[in-house]
Every structure is written in C-alpha cells, then in structure tokens.
C-alpha cells in the first residue's frame, strides 16, 4: 500500500510512540509489547496520540481514544497503531482494543504488525473486518522497523506458540463467542440477569406469542417494543449501560441519525435474542453463574 505523506508520517511517529513506552512498561519481568497508536481524521490529520500504558494502565489504541477532544470525536477516521488491536482484557469489564476501535467511529485501521499471541493471532483484524472497518498494514519498510522494535515480544510469543505451550491468560474466551453477551461487562451481566429486566423480558414475549409470530422473530420484536417511548428497558439501558452494551458489541458510532438508529435497533435485538436463547433457564441460578 502507498501512503500519503500524512499517512506515512502517522506510521513514524506511532513507531516513535512504541518506542517510548518503553519508558511506561510493567517491571514485573515478563515480556511485553511496545505500542504506539495515532488518530487521524478523513483528511489524515492527527487528532490524538498514546503509547502504551501512559496512564499507567491503557493499551496505546485506549490511550489515543481517551485524549480526543470532545469535539475531535466525530471526525475520527484512521487509527494507525504499530500492533494488531487487542481482542479480549484480562478484566471483562474492560472493552478489548478492537472492539473500542470500532466504537470510536474508525473506518480505517493501519497496523505495523500482527499479535502473535495465541491469545490474539489475527482475531482483533477479524472483529475490525466482521464490523466493515478496512485495515492494512504498514508498508514493507515501516513494518521491518516495528519488527525490529518489538523482536523480543515477537520471538517470545511466537516461540510459544509453536512449542504448543501457551501463556494461561484470565478473560480470553473462544472466538465464536467474542460478542456473546454472557462475557460482557459486569454491569451488563448483572443487568441482563436482573429480576426487573426478567419481568419486562417476559411480558415482551407473552405479547410476542399472542401474535403468532414465528419466534425467529423476536429479537426484532424485542428490539422495536423496547425502545417505544417510557418503555422500562430502554429506560433502564440507555446512557452509561448502552454504551457498555454498544462498545461491547463493537456497534460503530453513527455518523447520521439512520446509522444510529441501526446500531440502537442492533443493541437492543441483540438482548432480546440473548434473552431468547436463555429464557428456559433458572434466573436465579444465571445469575450466580454469570455473576458470581
């Protein structure tokens, strides 16, 4: 791939990022990645810029996010990042890389290099393509250098991989089950298994049953009767517990008004089909389970 100027010169400085956050990393003696990550808009002007754990804590991606400006938000167009976007946390109350990518309104993604975890290995690239997001990688030069700069993590990872030991990680789940709600947040489990969300759930379904729609369907009834005006679920959800609910599902953030009504309708029938598929179960019981 050819890159602007703009581009190529994002590419460098995200190089130079990985490279300081050396200065930020865990001294607990393991192997980690140095990462850079920088934000531009659709004209390739930079926005923000992170390194990893510059706040002590954030992957580079969340780093980058968290430093837009308010009004920089909507202009988000390129994430350049010399690593492939994480997708999982050891904590699931933290949103992986990729899916937070995806939520900042992203439509590009250039990346320096694949994760060759096995925790990781292309499945951040996957949620990024299975969301519409175009991503590429550095070009041949760039990508050398960000090799370069993070050898040790790549030969540790990579040597692990391929000795068929692989580093026991909290959080990871399969990847068919990367957006299954049950590994969301915990707000969002302790939602969903709540007797008030049950009560409506059901209500909802008895309604649905009473038409004699195929129950096929009932993610899409689910979706259109939850958001009518005064209706307990949307009222309950929308704010901080949708966007847990959204950023989770790595739902993009709408651009226009019909865009945002897709992604709301998506959240929404997403609960309902996940209420669906449990709803024979003891709540009680999914509760504990899912919330300990």
């Given at each position: ?11 460098r400085d995200a190089i130079k990022l990985a490279k300081k956050s050396e200065s930020y990393m865990e001294r607990d003696g393991k192997i980690h990645p140095l990462v850079g990550a920088v ?144 590994f969301g947040p915990a707000r969002v489990r302790r939602y969903l298994t709540s007797r008030e969300f049950w009560s409506e759930a059901e209500s909802l379904y008895d309604e649905f049953k ?83």
């Open positions: 791939m050819r890159l602007s100027r703009k581009l190529e010169a994002a590419c934000i531009l808009d659709g004209e390739d002007n930079q926005l923000s810029r992170g390194a990893r754990r510059e706040d002590g804590t954030s992957h580079a991606e969340v780093v980058a996010i968290r430093k837009l400006r308010r009004s920089d938000v909507p202009r988000v167009h390129t994430v350049v990042t010399t690593l492939e976007p994480c997708c999982y946390r050891n904590d699931l109350n933290e949103i992986c890389c990729a899916k937070q990518v995806v939520r900042s309104g992203a439509k590009r993604v250039i990346i320096g290099s694949l994760d060759p975890a096995a925790s990781v290995r292309g499945r951040g690239a996957h949620i990024l393509q299975l969301r519409k997001v175009y991503f590429t990688m550095f070009p041949e030069a760039l990508n050398r250098e960000v090799l370069d700069v993070n050898s040790n993590y790549i030969r540790w990872e990579s040597e692990l991989y391929g000795s068929g030991r692989k580093r026991q990680r909290h959080g990871i789940v399969r990847d068919d089950m990367e957006l299954s709600l049950e009473s038409k004699g729609i195929p129950e096929v369907a009932f993610g899409k009834f689910f979706s259109l009767r939850a958001t009518f005006a005064n209706n307990r679920i949307a009222h309950a959800v929308e704010g901080r517990l949708f966007q847990l609910f959204a950023g989770y599902l790595a739902v993009p953030q709408g651009s226009t008004p019909t865009e945002t009504a897709t992604g709301r309708q998506y959240v929404y029938q997403t609960i309902g089909e996940w209420w669906l598929l449990n709803m024979k179960k003891n709540r009680r019981s999914l509760r504990a389970k899912l919330c300990g």
